[in-house]
Every structure is written in C-alpha cells, then in structure tokens.
C-alpha cells in the first residue's frame, strides 16, 4: 500500500479504536468514510461510491454525506444493524497547528439512537442473571428514564414487555445456548464481565448518581438489577460522554399485571399478528394521544395493566369527569395538542446537545402551561386537580428563552444569528460593526466607480483572498496608482486598497468573534435551564398522564364505551360485549379479520366467569364461528378495565385479574427446532406452572397438534386439572366435543356453543355464545365455504357416513366411553364422594335430583 497521508493516517488511528462500528469522519461540511465502511454504507444509503488518491494504484475507496442532514443517514445505517461513530474535530481549524485533531464524540447503536415514531419509547436493556434472579435494567437515553428491578420469570417475557432496540450482557453469555435462543434476532452487545460486578456497579452508580448510597432509590439490596445497572451506565458512557438520566426508578412488580410474551402477542396489543404494524391492535384503538409523552405512557399503560382497584377508579373517575365536562375535553385538547416533546427536549438540554430550535420549541410548548394548570385546577375531579398542581408554569424560563433567543434561529448553534438584539451589549456591537462594514463596502464599491469611472468595477469577497476589487481586462488602464494586485484571472484582475483591507479585517474579525461569542453566550444559556430540569421532567410526567385520560375518554365518548365496575372478588360478568378493535375495523372497512362478510356488524356477547360455579367455560362450535374472537374480547375487556378504561359493553363487573394467559392460535418454530404441538405443549405447560385463582386463562384448541385420542386425553386432562386444581377463571375452546361431558362431573364447569344456522348444506354464522355444547363440528361445510372443490366435499361426506355408521355398530355405550376418562361410572363415582354422615335430608333430595338428571343425560 502506498504511504500514508496525515490525513489517513488520523483516520485508521482512530478507526482501529471503532473497528466494529462505521464512522463518520467529518471533514469541512461532510462525513466521509472510507474503505470498507464505505463500501458498506454506499450500498446501503444508495450513494456514489468514489476513491481517494485515484493516481494511485490501490485507490481508497470513499463516500461521503452532507453534515446537514445527517441524521436521515444513520437512521438507515442504524436500521441495517450497524453500530455508528461520530468524529469530529476538536480543535478550532484555525489554531491548528497541522492536522486538525479529531476524535469520536458519540457512538450510537440501536439502544442508543432516537427513533422515528415519537410515541415509542428506545429502550436499551442491560441483564444480569444471578443465581436465581435476572437483574433488568431499562434505559431511555432521549427521555432519561432508568428503570431497574429483579424477576423470577424468563427473560423473553421481559423482553417481550420493553421490546428493547439492543440488549446488553455480560461477555460470558455469549456462548450459554439457551440465551442464544432467547436473544436470536435482537441486537445484542456483550460487555466484559467485570463491568457487571456488583462492587464495581455499585461504585459506578454511586458515582454518576452522585449520592452516598442507593437506599434512596429503593434498591439497595437487589444485587442482580444494581451489576446490570452499574455495567449499562459504563457502556452508555463510553459511548455516549455525556449521559441524562437523574433518578433510578423501581419497577414494582406487585402494582401491575404481568403480561408474557405468548399473552401480549395473540391478544395483538402493539403490533398486529398479519404483519406486525399497528393497525389492529388494541394500541391502534386506544391512542387518541396528542403528545409523544402521552403516547409513550399510552403503550406502557396497555402492556402494564394496574392491579390495585384504588389506582384504577381514580383513573376511572378522572375520565368520567372528562366525558361529564365536554368543554373542558374540548379546551384540554385544543391546548395540550400544541404540546411538544417536552421529555425528549429536556434530556438534550441536560446533555447540552439542544439545539436553538429545541429552545424555541420549549417555549413555545411552556407558554402554554398556565392556561393548563387553570383548566385542570377547574375540574371537579380531585386527582384531575392534583396532576395541575403538579404542573410548573416555568414563567422565567419562558422569559429567559424568549429575552435571549431569537424567533427563527438555525438549526446550529455554532452558525451564528442565535441571540436576540439586546440582550448581550458586545454581541449587538460586534453584529453592528458586521452590518455596518457590509454597508460601507456596498458604499465604497459605489465611490471607486465613480473616482476611477469604470463602471464595471465591483468589490467581491471569497474565503481565500478576501474583499477585493475587480477589474475587467479592457479598464486596466484606468486602475489608480493606489491600488494593489492581488490576483490576475483570465479576463481581469483583482486588486486591494489599504482601506479596504482595514474594513476586511474589522468586519471579518467582528463575524468570527460575533459567531464565537453566540455560542458562548448559548452554551451558558443551556447551563442556566439545568436548575430547571427536574420541574420539566415532572411537568412532563404530568401532561403525559393528562394526555392517557384525555385519549381514554375520548375513545369512550367515540365509541360508547361504558364505565365498568371494579371489584376485588372473582366475578367477571359483561354484559353484551364486544370486540373493540373488530368493532373498529367493521366500522371502517364493513369487515374484520378475514372471518366476517362485507356489511356485516358486530354481534355483542355476554360473558358470566368467576372462580366458583363459572369458573371453567367449555366452548365448542366450528371454525370460523368466533369462538377465538369471543375470548379474546373478554380478555381485551378485562384488561383494558384494569388500565382504567371505559369499556365496549352495556355493562360490566371486573374482579381483578393478576395474569391473563393465552394458548391461542398455531405456529411452527422451525428454526428453534420446535414443531406446532411442542410450541402448544410449552404454552400449556407455562400456564398450568405459573397461574393462580385469580388469573384468568384463554385456551384454544388445546391438544390438536397430534392424535386424535391423544388430543382428547391431553385436553380432558388439562381441563380437569384447571377446573380442580389451579381453579382459575378459564375459557376452553375445543372441537372435541368429548369434553363437554367434563360439566356432568365436574362443579363450575359450564358447556357454551357458537350457535350457527343450517340451510341444506349451508350454514350461517350467528356469532352468538349459547349455553350448552354444539351439536356438531360443521368441519365438512366449513370446507366448502374456504373452497374446496365439490368432489372433495362429496367425498368427504361419504366417509363420514360411513365412519359414523361404524362408530354406531361397533362402538360402547356412551357412559362406558366415559371410563376412557376417569375409572368407573361418573355417578357412582359422585355417590362415593358423598359425605353421608354430614348429609342433611334436604341435601340428600337435592343430589338425588342432581344425579336423576345426570343420568337421564347419560342414558
């Protein structure tokens, strides 16, 4: 390779340093890369790739994007997987001595990067595990919020609930197969070991939290949380210099629901399951936001649903008070809608990287928290009230803004033209001389025509040379004595005067003093707004929460949603119910979800659960009738009760729900070598592990991935334990008819049907949940209607008789079919149970009738 430039030579030191990232090297207005990051990058941005040094045999390869406009770029970069680094220069080119030095000041990865959409949040995720805890910790660098806290559960459900642009863990993780499996398809950093040591952590938080202890955060004793802790603060400061986080936050466990990564999914509450985006989901229902803030406490709201009644009827109450006073919705949204970033823009005022926009932004959105804070101290609704007393009206923040920033600032600051006239002596003066030398070159060029009488004469300027006057070819001779040469071009000449080099220099060392002075003055501006960061911050909280109501009251008032009843019983009972997002997406499309015809409306259901007598609900009926849709709306009713929302019912009781968990739907993980029926069993399996009697429980279609007679005993067996042993409210959707018998023996299991209607070999969905178990499966018109050609439905037809006309000729009676169940006769099994010597005879007739009944069902 040929020698070196200093140039390059200043480039590979420090690309050495960032081998792993692309770095944008800055030079003048650009960002060139070089070598293979520019070959990577040019692909990528879709940008010429050219070369260095072309003369040369081996020419570097090079391309390069405007520093403007940068952002879009790495937003690209950063979208392909690639880690960034920033390098800039460090020096004033103009004091250098040489080269002008250069380092990187930024690296910026997924975790790190702010995204696109302002209502998401861009987490980054340390894990620590230890012994038997995971220690999480959650970072926002563009909010500053640092959560951390410890779990028992898996680390996927985790990571399913922040959905983290980049996790971080320790080196020694990198190797273990099954967190290769849990972070397959994440951006992962691994960080030496020794950076997640609990002594060094604790040191490094103590350190940049610049307290004497952690008691204060209430975390002093999780181990785990504070070594994932102390190894993120490390690498975000190696990353990012200047961090913004001020307080650790503790995420309590025990005041939400927790909702794992299977739940969160089927239920749809973020994204979609037909492609992933937003449409669809509950969120898309839900969020009538207006501020980003709002938006982001919106999407934490939905996937953290509150579990303390207390909390969730003063949202409930809030919300109320909002629909019952139209004029205070009205204002509050007409207001809080010209409400910006104000977390976001708070979090770059602490690292000093606001911009004079930024600025202008914040005041823009400051001036409007008086008229805020009267209208929320107006309401008649206490916690309404509170979250305005809460809520700063920053009056010489706003003042400070406005006195010293101009209206229309650019966009850096180090440009020059950020300070309002009057509010800095020496800037005002430096700005006059500027102005004022222009106007005396404009004057000068004017009198030099008229003293030397070319006319053509003109004073110019470039960086190089400087002013200078010029002169065409043909007028040289009319150039006075006093004048001169300075450059010769090819069709004239240029020239200077001693008073125009004296003007030169005083308006040209006034504009770098005036530039350097602004940026001064702005950068001691920034410092001044520290004191009031925290209020920001806390405002912002506020109007986040204010922003959730609003958009939560608003949606009730769209779509005439009802208050439900919170309770802390067991009881869930809605009455008419409905689906809110196939609700939403029939209202605008007259369709929903590939299962419901054109015009067709939503049909509402009602729903009765509890943990005693209703606590097991066997719904059978065939495919494409809503059993699915039916579950999955209690469910998305329960939840969205216990985020403090109005509802889609006539009425509703919700006893509060610890976990809801889902078996719905069926999926093949081939790449983790696990097959539709393992992923079933897995589901299964977590649900009979981890629930309780005060979770509620969505199965569908439970042991259908394998043989029908293993299918049934797995569903029989799984039903019963839910029924007897967890005793957890459970909704069971199943084509195995075999298990409606599971009601004639089991107390609080109860048999519902999707009731459908025949004509000839037709038949029409009525969407309507009936008590009682379904005649039959419809498989063969199910068929007909997704298309399958007549010969294959006639021929399906035909076997059916015939294996029923076997089943009838070869098969036992229907209580001995029963024995494949539980050993022995279901009735004499129930009189065994009895306790005869505490039977009262009003209790003995009872069951007599019970067991009358029971047999005239079986016979």
Same mark, same amino acid.
């Given at each position: 390779?040929?020698?070196?430039?200093?140039?390059?030579?200043?480039?590979?030191?420090?690309?050495?340093?960032?081998?792993?990232?692309?770095?944008?090297?800055?030079?003048?207005?650009?960002?060139?890369?070089?070598?293979?990051?520019?070959?990577?990058?040019?692909? &990528?941005?879709?940008?010429?790739?050219?070369?260095?040094?072309?003369?040369?045999?081996?020419?570097?390869?090079?391309?390069?994007?405007?520093?403007?406009?940068?952002?879009?770029?790495?937003?690209?970069?950063?979208?392909?997987?690639?880690?960034?680094?920033?390098?800039?220069?460090?020096?004033?080119?103009?004091?250098?001595?040489? &080269?002008?030095?250069?380092?990187?000041?930024?690296?910026?990865?997924?975790?790190?990067?702010?995204?696109?959409?302002?209502?998401?949040?861009?987490?980054?995720?340390?894990?620590?595990?230890?012994?038997?805890?995971?220690?999480?910790?959650?970072?926002?660098?563009?909010?500053?919020?640092?959560?951390?806290?410890?779990?028992?559960?898996?680390?996927?459900?985790?990571?399913?609930?922040?959905?983290?642009?980049?996790?971080?863990?320790?080196?020694s993780m990198k190797d273990n197969i099954y967190y290769q499996e849990i972070?397959?398809?994440?951006?992962?950093?691994?960080?030496?070991?020794?950076?997640?040591?609990?002594?060094?952590?604790?040191?490094?938080?103590?350190?940049?939290?610049?307290?004497?202890?952690?008691?204060?955060?209430?975390?002093?004793?999780?181990?785990?949380?504070?070594?994932?802790?102390?190894?993120?603060?490390?690498?975000?400061?190696?990353?990012?210099?200047?961090?913004?986080?001020?307080?650790?936050?503790?995420?309590?466990?025990?005041?939400?629901?927790?909702?794992?990564?299977?739940?969160?999914?089927?239920?749809?509450?973020?994204?979609?399951?037909?492609?992933?985006?937003?449409?669809?989901?509950?969120?898309?229902?839900?969020?009538?936001?207006?501020?980003?803030?709002?938006?982001?406490?919106?999407?934490?709201?939905?996937?953290?649903?509150?579990?303390?009644?207390?909390?969730?009827?003063?949202?409930?109450?809030?919300?109320?008070?909002? &629909?019952?006073?139209?004029?205070?919705?009205?204002?509050?949204?007409?207001?809080?809608?010209?409400?910006?970033?104000?977390?976001?823009?708070?979090?770059?005022?602490?690292?000093?990287?606001?911009?004079?926009?930024?600025?202008?932004?914040?005041?823009?959105?400051?001036?409007?928290?008086?008229?805020?804070?009267?209208?929320?101290?107006?309401?008649?609704?206490?916690?309404?009230?509170?979250?305005?007393?809460?809520?700063?009206?920053?009056?010489?923040?706003?003042?400070?803004?406005?006195?010293?920033?101009?209206?229309?600032?650019?966009?850096?600051?180090?440009?020059?033209?950020?300070?309002?006239?009057?509010?800095?002596?020496?800037?005002?003066?430096?700005?006059?001389?500027?102005?004022?030398?222009?106007?005396?070159?404009?004057?000068?060029?004017?009198?030099?025509?008229?003293?030397?009488?070319?006319?053509?004469?003109?004073?110019?300027?470039?960086?190089?040379?400087?002013?200078?006057?010029?002169?065409?070819?043909?007028?040289?001779?009319?150039?006075?004595?006093?004048?001169?040469?300075?450059?010769?071009?090819?069709?004239?000449?240029?020239?200077?005067?001693?008073?125009?080099?004296?003007?030169?220099?005083?308006?040209?060392?006034?504009?770098?003093?005036?530039?350097?002075?602004?940026?001064e003055i702005y950068m001691n501006i920034l410092e001044k707004m520290q004191?009031?960061?925290?209020?920001?911050?806390?405002?912002?909280?506020?109007?986040?929460?204010?922003?959730?109501?609003?958009?939560?009251?608003?949606?009730?008032?769209?779509?005439?949603?009802?208050?439900?009843?919170?309770?802390?019983?067991?009881?869930?009972?809605?009455?008419?119910?409905?689906?809110?997002?196939?609700?939403?997406?029939?209202?605008?499309?007259?369709?929903?979800?590939?299962?419901?015809?054109?015009?067709?409306?939503?049909?509402?259901?009602?729903?009765?659960?509890?943990?005693?007598?209703?606590?097991?609900?066997?719904?059978?009926?065939?495919?494409?009738?809503?059993?699915?849709?039916?579950?999955?709306?209690?469910?998305?009713?329960?939840?969205?009760?216990? &985020?403090?929302?109005?509802?889609?019912?006539?009425?509703?009781?919700?006893?509060?729900?610890?976990?809801?968990?889902?078996?719905?739907?069926?999926?093949?993980?081939?790449?983790?070598?696990?097959?539709?029926?393992?992923?079933?069993m897995i589901e299964t399996a977590n649900i009979l592990n981890n629930a309780?009697?005060?979770?509620?429980?969505?199965?569908?279609?439970?042991?259908?991935?394998?043989?029908?007679?293993?299918?049934?005993?797995?569903?029989?067996?799984?039903?019963?334990?839910?029924?007897?042993?967890?005793?957890?409210?459970?909704?069971?959707?199943?084509?195995?008819?075999?298990?409606?018998?599971?009601?004639?023996?089991?107390?609080?299991?109860?048999?519902?049907?999707?009731?459908?209607?025949?004509?000839?070999?037709?038949?029409?969905?009525?969407?309507?949940?009936?008590?009682?178990?379904?005649?039959?499966?419809?498989?063969?018109?199910?068929?007909?209607?997704?298309?399958?050609?007549?010969?294959?439905?006639?021929?399906?037809?035909?076997?059916?008789?015939?294996?029923?006309?076997?089943?009838?000729?070869?098969?036992?009676?229907?209580?001995?079919?029963?024995?494949?169940?539980?050993?022995?006769?279901?009735?004499?099994?129930?009189?065994?149970?009895?306790?005869?010597?505490?039977?009262?005879?009003?209790?003995?007739?009872?069951?007599?009738?019970?067991?009358?009944?029971?047999?005239?069902?079986?016979?």
């Open positions: 390779m040929s020698e070196l430039t200093p140039l390059m030579k200043q480039y590979f030191s420090i690309k050495e340093k960032y081998h792993d990232a692309i770095v944008l090297f800055r030079l003048g207005d650009f960002y060139e890369m070089f070598g293979e990051d520019a070959r990577i990058a040019s692909n &990528i941005l879709q940008i010429a790739l050219t070369s260095r040094d072309k003369s040369k045999d081996d020419p570097m390869p090079m391309c390069g994007v405007p520093y403007f406009s940068v952002d879009g770029y790495i937003t690209k970069l950063i979208k392909a997987g690639h880690k960034v680094a920033i390098c800039e220069q460090i020096e004033d080119p103009k004091l250098a001595k040489g &080269i002008v030095q250069r380092d990187v000041v930024k690296v910026i990865t997924p975790g790190t990067h702010i995204p696109e959409q302002p209502k998401e949040n861009a987490y980054i995720m340390s894990i620590f595990p230890h012994q038997d805890m995971i220690g999480i910790t959650v970072a926002d660098l563009s909010t500053g919020e640092f959560i951390v806290y410890e779990t028992e559960k898996s680390v996927d459900d985790e990571i399913a609930r922040h959905e983290p642009r980049e996790i971080l863990c320790p080196y972070l397959k398809g994440f951006y992962v950093s691994y960080y030496d070991d020794w950076y997640f040591d609990y002594t060094e952590s604790y040191k490094t938080l103590l350190r940049y939290f610049r307290v004497s202890s952690l008691d204060g955060y209430g975390c002093s004793n999780m181990n785990a949380a504070i070594s994932a802790a102390g190894a993120l603060i490390s690498y975000l400061e190696d990353s990012q210099k200047i961090l913004t986080f001020k307080k650790i936050s503790v995420l309590n466990q025990t005041s939400y629901m927790f909702l794992d990564s299977s739940t969160k999914r089927n239920l749809e509450l973020l994204h979609n399951l037909k492609d992933g985006s937003l449409e669809g989901s509950l969120l898309w229902v839900l969020d009538e936001t207006l501020t980003p803030m709002g938006g982001r406490f919106m999407r934490n709201a939905i996937t953290m649903p509150l579990l303390s009644s207390d909390e969730i009827i003063k949202r409930q109450d809030a919300i109320h008070a909002i &629909i019952e006073d139209y004029e205070l919705m009205e204002d509050l949204r007409t207001t809080i809608r010209k409400i910006q970033d104000i977390e976001r823009l708070t979090s770059r005022i602490i690292s000093k990287s606001a911009g004079p926009r930024d600025l202008i932004a914040l005041k823009g959105s400051i001036e409007h928290m008086p008229k805020i804070k009267k209208l929320l101290s107006s309401s008649k609704n206490e916690y309404i009230r509170e979250i305005g007393n809460n809520i700063s009206e920053f009056i010489d923040l706003k003042d400070m803004i406005d006195f010293s920033i101009v209206e229309n600032p650019p966009v850096n600051p180090r440009e020059g033209g950020i300070i309002r006239r009057g509010f800095n002596k020496e800037v005002d003066e430096l700005r006059n001389i500027s102005v004022s030398g222009k106007d005396f070159i404009a004057r000068l060029e004017t009198e030099e025509r008229q003293r030397t009488g070319i006319s053509s004469l003109k004073i110019g300027f470039n960086k190089v040379f400087g002013y200078y006057i010029e002169v065409t070819k043909p007028n040289l001779h009319l150039v006075p004595d006093d004048y001169i040469r300075k450059q010769t071009l090819a069709n004239c000449e240029r020239f200077i005067t001693p008073e125009l080099k004296e003007y030169e220099t005083k308006v040209i060392g006034a504009e770098d003093r005036l530039r350097e002075l602004e940026y004191k009031y960061t925290s209020q920001l911050l806390e405002t912002s909280a506020q109007i986040a929460i204010m922003d959730f109501l609003l958009s939560l009251s608003t949606v009730a008032k769209r779509y005439d949603y009802v208050r439900p009843v919170i309770s802390d019983s067991d009881v869930i009972e809605i009455v008419d119910g409905r689906h809110p997002v196939i609700e939403r997406l029939l209202g605008i499309k007259g369709q929903g979800a590939g299962v419901r015809s054109l015009d067709e409306k939503f049909i509402p259901n009602s729903t009765r659960i509890d943990c005693k007598e209703n606590r097991l609900l066997i719904i059978t009926g065939p495919n494409m009738a809503g059993k699915s849709t039916y579950m999955r709306q209690t469910a998305l009713i329960v939840l969205m009760a216990q &985020i403090g929302s109005f509802v889609p019912a006539n009425s509703a009781v919700v006893g509060i729900v610890d976990r809801i968990f889902t078996r719905i739907g069926a999926s093949d993980y081939i790449t983790k070598g696990q097959s539709t029926f393992m992923v079933e309780t009697e005060r979770s509620l429980i969505l199965l569908d279609e439970v042991g259908r991935g394998t043989s029908t007679f293993d299918g049934i005993s797995i569903a029989w067996a799984v039903a019963e334990y839910l029924a007897n042993k967890i005793k957890a409210r459970t909704m069971f959707a199943t084509h195995y008819n075999e298990l409606t018998d599971l009601a004639l023996i089991i107390d609080g299991v109860r048999n519902y049907n999707v009731a459908v209607k025949e004509w000839g070999d037709e038949i029409i969905f009525l969407r309507k949940i009936e008590k009682g178990p379904a005649d039959k499966s419809y498989g063969i018109q199910v068929a007909r209607l997704a298309g399958l050609p007549d010969s294959v439905i006639e021929n399906a037809k035909s076997v059916l008789e015939k294996l029923q006309k076997r089943e009838s000729n070869t098969l036992i009676p229907r209580a001995a079919q029963m024995d494949l169940f539980f050993a022995g006769d279901p009735i004499v099994r129930e009189l065994l149970n009895i306790d005869v010597e505490n039977l009262t005879p009003q209790k003995a007739l009872k069951k007599i009738m019970e067991l009358r009944k029971k047999a005239e069902g079986i016979a």
